[in-house]
Nanobody, 126 residues
Framework: QVQVVESGGGLVQAGGSLTLSCAAS????????MGWFRQPPGREREFVAT????????RYADSVKGRFTVSRDNAGNTMWLQMNNLKPEDTAVYYC???????????????????WGQGTRVTVSS
């Protein structure tokens, strides 16, 4: 069993910055892929970013490339999402997800991940 907890959400002005944190525990060695998803109001949950064990690979949704940066600690059990130049369309509940076996071709899909946090809300005002 892997426990996942996100934190760092809040209310920010457009153009501002915010950093989210995700802590995962319960998996020996932390050798799993971790990702961020978000669910904007009235929309489906969507992929934001993912990072592999050892931080060897990172992927981003086109909508956040150049603005968001995903990172991970050496132990592999903490992940951050640095969000810069925030826009109103970034408003969403942000979820951290863990794929123990790896999402493979489904890295951008919810069903590629095994464990989820409860979410942290980010609101960007115009």
């Amino acid at each position: 069993q892997v426990q996942v907890v996100e934190s760092g959400g809040g209310l920010v002005q457009a153009g501002g910055s915010l950093t989210l944190s995700c802590a995962a525990s319960g998996h020996a060695g932390g050798r799993y892929e971790m990702g961020w998803f978000r669910q904007p109001p009235g929309r489906e949950r969507e992929f934001v970013a993912t990072i592999t064990w050892g931080s060897s690979n990172a992927r981003y949704a086109d909508s956040v490339k150049g603005r968001f940066t995903v990172s991970r600690d050496n132990a592999g059990n903490t992940m951050w999402l640095q969000m810069n130049n925030l826009k109103p369309e970034d408003t969403a509940v942000y979820y951290c997800a863990v794929a123990v076996a790896g999402p493979g071709n489904n890295y951008y899909l919810q069903n590629g991940y095994d464990y989820w946090g409860q979410g942290t809300r980010v609101t960007v005002s115009s």
